[in-house]
């Protein structure tokens, strides 16, 4: 694995940790914070499933 592979990979990783510890927040957020949160978490999922996608 080369160095920009490394760097997608723990990218990959760090997002993934994020996408867990956002749904935990979405369950709890007040409902005028959950679409914040929720958009959050899209992004988020988007930037780990790209990370796995060119990643191959």
Do not use: F
């Amino acid at each position: 694995m080369n160095e920009k592979e490394h760097l997608v990979q723990a990218i990959g990783e760090h997002a993934w940790d994020e996408v867990g510890r956002l749904s935990s927040e979405l369950i709890r957020a007040e409902s005028e914070h959950r679409e914040l949160v929720l958009a959050e978490l899209d992004y988020t999922r988007w930037l780990a499933e790209t990370c796995e996608v060119s990643l191959g």
